[in-house]
């Protein structure tokens, strides 16, 4: 199979052309990076000119030795003048635009670039931008995502989620921001994402394998979070955004200034959020039997906060661009306080119902600091990318002591660790990327290297993960062929190699009947080297003649086991679950075939998206017969092992334009999977979403008289009922759910205003969602929200062109 | 009319997809065990009332649909009232107080392979220099395929 990848790819090669004439060639991205189609090519002074096609590629024939002053006009972007020598043989270019208008024109555009990157790609993409963000809003990214077919979360409470792409999370989808794979504590059913949905330009959800170009961990998919984009010659502006909720009592502020002059530019963004306790629509919850009873259905202890800063700068002119990008994301957020995990908990009332706005434990504190660097250096027929990163990702958890399994009845004081200190995660990660991207006849070829390294410590008083350290690099190369103007075909390859290094961790106490040296300290985990190394491929072909859509893709995709499937050797007591990693697993690999059929008429649309997918071992944290009396203090084994695992499933989407401006659009997702073999053969896998579909009305009125953009939204969303499950799940009943949109741009005084609108569980349903973290202790989601965003861009300077 | 049947036709799909997914995987066990401790025999129960330097016997009944897998009990001081018990009734907490020498067991009972059901009978020592006070007696029970019910129980030991 291998040797078959590499020979389509010599013969992709083979066909790169040679002309007698001299000729000009290039491409038309934008400032990020994606083609801008039919760009108008002339050439001052002559009459040849070209229009770039559909990938923004163009080519200019029969041109003598000489200078030439080319222009490139496209409406909606500024235009370009470049000054090109061509001497005895071809030329490239590789050429940038930028927008006509920052942000203020940026949603038309954007709407286009993600048609175009549809278009163009084999696997199955979104493209969503700044403007679904703001018209989605939720309480955080992933639940703003959550709109989108295939799309669904992990949520613990009103501002916490993590993403799951067909039913696949955790550390199989890969979350890119700025060109750099954010790297947090993605294991944790109870971690969130720590990304400011403000600050995101353009998020591009790949659904499917792409480890061929993310390397490890891009099983499931890969979200691609992008920052705004640069903003244009000689402006000065900003916006600031108001943000309101009514179920957790939210407000927040987001605001942003930016200025360019000619080559240099600065973005700056704050962003600050504050909620209290979300309220679910009943007062009395059940935990096992026991009653807990809400006061005005809030559940207790599930505010937060939130601050992000950002600060980008960055240097661009023809052909040579450099940003920086410095952020940094903190939040602070309670867990509910009458039971954790499955643990019912006895809490002070009165102390919690004082405020509904304090955070009190357990509670989480997550810190995450960045420093991105993105080069981008166009020479010849080559544009070169760099990226360069550092994170620190510092998360702690906060408990009241209790002497679990053998733990002495009272806190040493002893113990440099604080008492209240359940566990710390702290994570350092440095990332380079370099990409060389090149066109070559009809061939756009990419090569590219990646590097990461991490050091992880831990500290708490309970113990999960052990401290590790860990490597990996990869190379691929990947070619996307044209072969002609509706045909595209891709070939992509990669090597990664990965080490894995795990410190030994020994209890702080002594468990009964443990003997030896340690003083009957249980020694949790040993010092342990493990290396990873894998090929993994993809092929696919686009068919796009006018109406009709085709996307075929095959892959094969990896993981490296991470250090907690490695060396967990410890008890989750909010679970009851002692957790057991398993030193020897090996690298888990995926195979999956994606389809996508569309077809697109002038008044309606449609599109069907299946896949396949195959895990010859996939790695499962199995829940076992077993107790274990000494390493897990009499808790259940949870076991970390490797089966084989099938998955099919698709996403529906069609569309129907009922009147003027008045669209209907339904959109479906399904999801099967079934374990092969092991302990848990005939089972699916944990936190899989049922099977949903969402009908949706929206108006778009033209009223004139100072209202643009003005829009009317009403999503009817109905989900099935889950009952394939795991241990320890529960079967999940089916829901329905109402939610409304709307909202208009303002022009007082020629400032505009865009007020966005939302009405979230309009019935005020109690219902449970299969994939949220608090399911297994029976809360219903939140009650009926009404969200409130005001956003006022300014610009204080424009561009007199 | 062309219009109203696309309106119609997600529905129909969807109807249809749910009703295809239903069928073929009611092989797997989906049932959680159960701990019954309602017989007039039964030891401990909520607020059941235990003494230090005697022994006790602990007897409830341990039942699945398939296969029961394996049973422990945790028995540990609740002096801080740090959880609650899953059970309904309350049973008059005596004050939060500092444990000294509390009461601690961790133990498994074997359960013969293959049993559906299975009436657990077996003595337990507390000690007699033991602290006094409110305690939590921990049941966990799993089946085969890993289903684990947990029965905690607030029980005074005198």
Redesign the interface.
């Given at each position: 199979m291998k040797k078959f990848f590499i020979l389509v790819f010599c013969v992709l090669w083979s066909k790169v052309l040679y002309s007698q004439e001299f000729r000009l060639s290039g491409k038309v991205t934008t400032t990020t990076g994606l083609p801008v189609k039919y760009v108008r090519v002339s050439i001052t002074g002559q009459s040849r000119q070209s229009v770039a096609d559909s990938a923004g590629v163009f080519s200019v024939y029969g041109l003598k030795p000489g200078q030439y002053e080319v222009n490139f006009i496209h409406i909606g972007y500024q235009k370009k003048i470049q000054v090109v020598v061509i001497g005895t043989t071809d030329v490239f270019m590789a050429i940038t635009m930028d927008p006509w208008q920052h942000q203020l024109k940026e949603v038309g555009v954007r709407n286009k670039r993600g048609e175009i990157r549809r278009q163009t790609e084999s696997m199955n993409i979104e493209v969503v931008g700044s403007e679904f963000i703001q018209r989605n809003l939720g309480g955080s990214l992933m639940q703003t995502l959550d709109r989108l077919p295939g799309i669904n979360t992990i949520g613990i409470g009103s501002g916490q989620s993590k993403p799951l792409i067909r039913g696949l999370g955790f550390n199989r989808v890969v979350v890119v921001d700025k060109g750099v794979k954010h790297e947090g504590q993605q294991w944790g059913a109870d971690h969130g994402l720590e990304i400011d949905q403000f600050a995101a330009g353009e998020v591009e959800l790949i659904k499917g394998a792409a480890s061929f170009l993310y390397g490890s961990d891009a099983i499931g998919g890969v979200i691609d979070i992008k920052p705004r984009s640069a903003p244009a010659k000689n402006t000065f502006g900003g916006a600031v955004d108001l943000i309101g909720k009514s179920n957790n009592n939210l407000y927040g502020t987001s605001a942003n200034l930016f200025a360019r002059q000619d080559h240099f530019f600065y973005d700056a963004r704050v962003t600050y959020q504050n909620y209290g306790d979300y309220s679910v629509p009943a007062n009395q919850v059940f935990?096992?039997?026991?009653?807990v009873d809400l006061k005005n259905g809030r559940l207790r202890n599930t505010a937060g906060r939130e601050t992000a800063v950002h600060l980008n700068t960055g240097y661009i002119r023809d052909g040579f661009r450099t940003v920086f990008y410095l952020s940094n994301v903190y939040s602070k957020s309670g867990f509910f306080a009458n039971a954790h995990g499955?643990?019912?908990?006895?809490v002070d009332t009165e102390m919690h119902d004082r405020s509904s706005r304090d955070i009190q434990m357990p509670g989480q504190e997550v810190n995450h600091l960045k420093l991105i660097n993105r080069t981008e250096y166009s020479i010849a027929q080559h544009k070169l990318q760099i990226e360069l990163g550092y994170q620190r990702n510092f998360r702690q958890e906060f408990n009241?002591y209790?002497?679990h399994?053998?733990m002495p009845?009272?806190y040493p004081d002893t113990l440099p660790i604080p008492p209240d200190l359940e566990r710390e995660f702290d994570k350092h990660v440095y990332s380079v990327n370099l990409r060389d991207e090149f066109k070559a006849g009809k061939h756009l070829l990419t090569a590219g290297i990646n590097a990461e390294y991490q050091h992880n410590r831990i500290n708490g008083w309970t113990f999960l993960v052990p401290s590790f350290n860990q490597m990996t690099t990869g190379a691929f190369i990947y070619d996307k062929y044209e072969l002609n103007d509706q045909v595209l075909l891709h070939a992509g390859m990669r090597y990664d190699y990965g080490r894995v290094r795990l410190f030994e961790y020994q209890d702080w106490f002594p468990s009964?009947g443990a003997t030896g040296a340690t003083g009957g300290k249980l020694i949790r985990a040993n010092n342990l080297t493990r290396r990873f190394s894998s090929v993994v491929w993809s092929a696919g072909i686009n068919y796009n003649p006018e109406h009709f859509v085709l996307k075929a893709n095959l892959g094969k995709s990896f993981r490296m086991p991470i250090a907690k499937e490695l060396g967990a050797n410890g008890v989750n007591y909010h679970y009851?679950s002692y957790e057991k990693g398993d030193a020897n697993l090996s690298a888990e690999q995926s195979y999956q075939a994606d389809l996508s059929l569309g077809w697109n008429a002038k008044n309606?649309s449609v599109l069907i998206s299946p896949f396949y997918n195959y895990f010859p071992n996939y790695i499962y944290l199995?829940?076992?017969?077993?107790?274990d009396?000494f390493y897990g203090?009499?808790?259940?084994v949870f076991q970390y092992s490797q089966s084989k695992v099938m998955r099919y499933g698709g996403e529906?989407k069609?569309r129907?334009d009922?009147l003027k401006g008045l669209s209907?659009e339904?959109v479906?997702e399904?999801l099967?999977a079934r374990q092969l073999s092991g302990?848990?053969k005939?089972?699916?896998l944990p936190f899989s979403p049922p099977?949903s579909?969402m009908?949706s009305l929206s108006w778009s009125p033209a009223f004139g008289g100072g209202l643009d953009d003005t829009y009317l939204g009403i999503d009817y969303r109905?989900a099935?009922k889950q009952?394939?499950?795991v241990?320890?799940e529960k079967?999940t009943p089916g829901y329905t759910v109402i939610n409304l949109q709307a909202g208009t741009k303002i022009n007082l005084f020629r400032q505009p205003l865009i007020l966005n609108m939302q009405v979230q569980n309009l019935l005020n349903t109690k219902y449970m969602n299969h994939t949220s973290f608090y399911r297994l202790i029976e809360l219903p989601e939140a009650g009926r929200n009404l969200i409130l965003s005001l956003k006022i861009p300014f610009q204080l300077k424009t561009d007199a062109n | 009319m062309r219009r109203i049947n696309f309106l119609i036709s997600p529905v129909l799909i969807l109807f249809l997809l749910t009703n295809c997914s239903k069928d073929n995987d009611t092989a797997t066990d989906t049932t959680y065990p159960e701990i019954d401790n309602t017989a007039s025999d039964a030891f401990p129960k909520q607020c059941s009332i235990i003494k230090r330097g005697e022994t006790f016997t602990f007897r409830t009944l341990l039942t699945d649909n398939s296969e029961l897998g394996s049973v422990s009990v945790d028995i540990h001081h609740n002096f801080d009232h740090h959880t609650h018990s899953t059970e309904v009734d309350d049973c008059g907490m005596d004050p939060i107080k500092k444990a000294v020498k509390p009461f601690l067991m961790i133990r498994d009972f074997p359960i013969p392979a293959g049993s559906k059901s299975y009436q657990l009978n077996t003595e337990i020592n507390v000690p007699a220099d033991i602290d006094p006070g409110d305690y939590h007696f921990m049941i966990r029970l799993t089946d085969k395929q890993g289903w684990q019910t947990i029965k905690g129980l607030s029980v005074k030991i005198q």
């Open positions: 935990v096992y039997d026991y009653a499955l643990e019912p908990r006895r009241q209790v002497n399994g053998y009845p009272a009964s009851f309606w199995n829940p076992t017969a077993y107790h009396y203090a009499g808790n259940q529906l069609l129907v009922l209907s339904f479906g399904y099967y302990d848990k005939g089972y699916g099977i579909g009908i109905i099935g009952d394939r499950i241990p320890p079967k | -």
